[in-house]
C-alpha cells in the first residue's frame, strides 16, 4: 500500500511513526510533485488548504490508484469544492487540534469580556482609569453561551467553559445529550436563543450550506452586550456585517482567529476596531500534544484503512 505525504508543518512527519506497518511512503511539499504522487498512491495525507484544484483533478483522472484521504486538518472545504473521487474514503484532523482551538476559544472569549483590547490601550499610555472601565467588564459567571457546531472542538470548548460557571448550549443538526453542556439543541432552536446569549460561538466548517451563515439577520438578533468568538472558517461569517455591528455597538466584541481572507490584508477594516481581538489562524497551535495526536490518527487510521475497520473521525459529506 502506497501513501503520499504532504510535507506541511516543521515537526509533522507520520512516516518514522509507521516504519513498522510495511508500507510504501513518498512526499513532497511541492503542489505538482505531490499532485502527481497522489494519484500514484492509494493513500494521501494532506492538509485541507493543499487540497487544491490540481490534486483534486490529478487523483480523478483515470488510472489514479487512490482510496484513502486523511486530512490533518479540521477542516475540509477544499474537498468539497473541488470533489473527491468517487468510492475514496475520507477522515479529518478534529481529535487532532481540538484541545487547543477550545483553550484559544477561551482565551478570545475572555479577552474581549475582560477588556484586554482596553487594558493594552491604557498599558501603552501609562493610564489608570479603574472607574471608567469597571461598568464595562464582562464575566462568564452565569452567562449563555452558544456553540455553533457542536463537534469535537464545540465538545472540548464547552468543557472548558464548564469551570467559569457558564450556562452552555450546543447546537447541533441533531440535538444529541452530551455531559459538557447543559442543553444541546438544534439549529432551528438558534433564532429564539440568539436574544439570551452573552456569547455566540462558531465553530461551523466552511461548505456550500454553511457560507455566511452567521449573518446580519443573526448579528442583529444578538443583545448590545453579546460577543462573537469564530474559531470555525472566515467565510461562515459575513464579515461585512460583523464589521458593521463591532463599529456602530451593535455588539459589544468579538474573538476572531479565522476570516475569509487569508493572511488578512493590512487594509481589512477589522484591523481598525477597538473592541476585537484577532489572531493569524493560529488556534489549533501551541502544544505538543497536537502532533503526538497527529501522529497516532494517521498511525490508527492507516491500520484501520488496511485492516478494513472503521476509521476514525470519518468525513460525510451532504
Same mark, same amino acid.
Given at each position: ?127 489608570? !482609569? #479603574? =472607574? &471608567?472601565? %469597571?461598568?464595562? +467588564?464582562? /464575566? @462568564?459567571?452565569?452567562?449563555?453561551? $452558544? ?34 453542556? !447543559? #442543553? =444541546? &439543541?438544534? %439549529?432551528?432552536? +438558534?433564532? /429564539? @436563543?440568539?436574544?439570551?446569549?452573552? $456569547? ?45 455591528? @463591532?463599529?456602530?455597538?451593535?455588539? $459589544? ?66
Amino acid at each position: 500500500m502506497r501513501v503520499a505525504v504532504h510535507r506541511w508543518i516543521p515537526g509533522f512527519d507520520p512516516i518514522p511513526h509507521c516504519a513498522d506497518l510495511g508500507l510504501e511512503f513518498s512526499g513532497s511539499g511541492d503542489p505538482a510533485e505531490f499532485a502527481a504522487l497522489a494519484a500514484e498512491s492509494d493513500v494521501l495525507i494532506v492538509n485541507g488548504p493543499n487540497y487544491t484544484k490540481l490534486l483534486a483533478e490529478k487523483i480523478a483522472a483515470p488510472g489514479s490508484r487512490l482510496r484513502f484521504i486523511q486530512f490533518i486538518s479540521a477542516g475540509y472545504e477544499n474537498a468539497e469544492y473541488f470533489g473527491v473521487p468517487e468510492g475514496v474514503v475520507v477522515s479529518n484532523g478534529s481529535l487532532i487540534w481540538a484541545p487547543s482551538v477550545a483553550e484559544h476559544a477561551v482565551a478570545l472569549l475572555l479577552s474581549v469580556l475582560r477588556l484586554v483590547p482596553t487594558l493594552e490601550r491604557m498599558r501603552a499610555a501609562a493610564r489608570w !482609569d #479603574r =472607574i &471608567a472601565l %469597571l461598568p464595562h +467588564l464582562g /464575566s @462568564l459567571e452565569d452567562a449563555r453561551v $452558544a456553540i455553533l457546531g457542536y463537534g469535537t472542538i464545540g465538545q472540548e470548548i464547552s468543557k472548558r467553559l464548564q469551570g467559569f460557571g457558564a450556562e452552555v448550549i450546543g447546537i447541533a443538526r441533531s440535538a444529541k445529550p452530551c455531559p459538557y453542556a !447543559d #442543553r =444541546i &439543541a438544534p %439549529l432551528s432552536d +438558534l433564532p /429564539s @436563543l440568539l436574544p439570551t446569549l452573552k $456569547a455566540l460561538i462558531n465553530v461551523v466548517p466552511a461548505g456550500p450550506t454553511t457560507l455566511k451563515m452567521v449573518d446580519a439577520a443573526m448579528l442583529a438578533q444578538l443583545r448590545t452586550d453579546a460577543v462573537l468568538v469564530n474559531v470555525g472558517r472566515g467565510a461562515t461569517v459575513d464579515e461585512a456585517a460583523l464589521y458593521t455591528h @463591532l463599529k456602530e455597538g451593535r455588539i $459589544a466584541g468579538a474573538g476572531l482567529d479565522v476570516f475569509e481572507t487569508e493572511p488578512m490584508p493590512p487594509d481589512h477594516p477589522f484591523w481598525t476596531l477597538d473592541n476585537v481581538v484577532l489572531s493569524p489562524h493560529c488556534a489549533g497551535f501551541g502544544s505538543p500534544g497536537s502532533l503526538r495526536r497527529a501522529h497516532q490518527l494517521c498511525r490508527d487510521n492507516l491500520i484501520n484503512f488496511r485492516d478494513g475497520k472503521p476509521l476514525l473521525s470519518p468525513v460525510v459529506f451532504s
